[in-house]
């Protein structure tokens, strides 16, 4: 290991250690580690630039500017009455309910995406409740990177293992499918024991939950059928994109701009309501993961675990799975993944072995990984950032005091799955 390595090794576990400590706000660490590696010159600009994923940018950024407009319609009171009188208010079935819903659209949607929608719905449902929305955010924000593991469209490392082994929607869904079920029921039925204490709801309030009127929460009609439209053709777009030869980001961008057209809502408000420190924290996060993989330690950390195995199938399937979920609980899992793709593809060319288990070991390992920390998804830290916004502290303590055990029994389930299923 040389200087360079271990230097851009140690920013980064001084900006980690600021973070989860939080004796510093999240973003102002995270920017002080990229600027840090600029400054000794570890990194020039033009390399920091590279290394910010825009796509990610851009999605965030249009989805904000979409929910900020769809939210003056009255839609979210509107679909939280609805969801809280279909189970007569009681908050344990609503917290299983909101957790399956997150995990199917996160199957099809991007997982920011659908928390950026499922979270208002979500605050409006627990002031109606008067309880806390944090069991229900935990449930959704857990359930969204568990959904998107289960289909190719669901998370950005399917879509490269998919691409480089060859691998179809179908491929991924006939078998991650199966064990991704287990793991989503696994996970809401757990979270409903940890939280059942905050899970409480008064006779009365439940009978005036029943009482309320839904209609009556949508205040502008017009806007709703125009946000509505474009939010169906984002969603479409989002499907299509690959096929037309759009990136997400532009889809989300495009329809952000249209409906800011015919919406007619002052731009400047709309803006201001942007997750701005989020979206700081993510530019200055990938610079500091791009260094990483620049100075060549993620590739080192890759090419340990293969070595380790020496070519056993079992155990390198086992190795990879946990190896990736532990490493993208603290790291971005993309460059982590676009590391491990040659390797394993390496290791048919040495050993000649069956290499299909291990992609669906690195699809498993880095998706359900990111459960394990606040920062291991972006679904985890836009959830945090927006929850702050509205008054409700999701600490790097509080979310991996529930997200990490769960996150190792979902590995511990994938590891049984894997070993019955995929290594005959």
Not at 322 to 328: D, E, N, Q, T
Request: net charge neutral; aromatic share 10%; proline share 3%.
């Amino acid at each position: 290991m040389n200087l360079v390595q271990i230097i851009s090794i140690l920013v980064f576990l001084v900006t980690f250690i600021f973070i989860v400590t939080e004796k510093i706000n999240r973003t102002i660490a995270a920017m002080l580690g990229a600027m840090l590696l600029l400054i000794v010159r570890i990194i020039d600009q033009g390399n920091a630039t590279e290394f910010i994923d825009y796509t990610t940018i851009g999605v965030l950024v249009g989805m904000m500017i979409v929910v900020a407009i769809i939210k003056r319609t009255g839609l979210f009171q509107y679909l939280a009455i609805k969801v809280a009188k279909m189970v007569k208010g009681d908050p344990s079935k609503i917290i299983i309910l909101f957790g399956i819903m997150t995990a199917v659209l996160s199957a099809f949607l991007d997982n920011v995406t659908t928390v950026l929608l499922m979270i208002p719905v979500t605050l409006v449902i627990s002031k109606l409740l008067k309880i806390s929305p944090i069991p229900f955010i935990m449930a959704e924000v857990l359930s969204s990177n568990i959904g998107g593991t289960a289909t190719l469209i669901g998370d950005p490392p399917n879509i490269m293992i998919g691409s480089e082994a060859g691998l179809g929607f179908l491929d991924f869904l006939l078998n991650l499918g199966p064990v991704i079920l287990v793991i989503l029921f696994v996970t809401v039925f757990l979270i409903r024991f940890i939280y059942r204490k905050e899970l409480h709801v008064e006779k009365d309030l439940k009978k005036y939950i029943m009482e309320l009127e839904e209609k009556n929460a949508i205040v502008d009609k017009e806007l709703l059928v125009k946000s509505l439209t474009v939010l169906f053709f984002i969603i479409l777009g989002f499907f299509l994109h690959e096929h037309l030869g759009y990136e997400s980001s532009t889809v989300a961008l495009s329809g952000a701009a249209v409906l800011l057209l015919i919406s007619k809502e002052d731009i400047d408000e709309i803006l201001v309501e942007i997750e701005w420190p989020t979206i700081f924290f993510f530019i200055s996060l990938f610079i500091i993961v791009g260094t990483l993989e620049k100075v060549g330690v993620i590739k080192m950390l890759a090419k340990l675990v293969i070595d380790f195995t020496k070519g056993n199938l079992v155990l390198t399937t086992i190795i990879i799975l946990w190896a990736s979920a532990l490493l993208s609980a603290f790291l971005d899992n993309i460059p982590f993944v676009a590391t491990m793709i040659p390797l394993i593809k390496g290791l048919k060319a040495l050993a000649g072995v069956n290499i299909e288990p291990l992609w669906w070991a690195l699809s498993l390992g880095a998706c359900l990984g990111g459960n394990g920390t606040l920062v291991g998804a972006s679904a985890n830290v836009v959830t945090a950032g927006v929850m702050e916004k509205e008054g409700y502290k999701i600490t790097f303590k509080d979310f991996i005091k529930v997200g990490f055990p769960i996150m190792i029994i979902s590995i511990l389930i994938s590891s049984i799955y894997l070993i019955i299923f995929k290594l005959k």
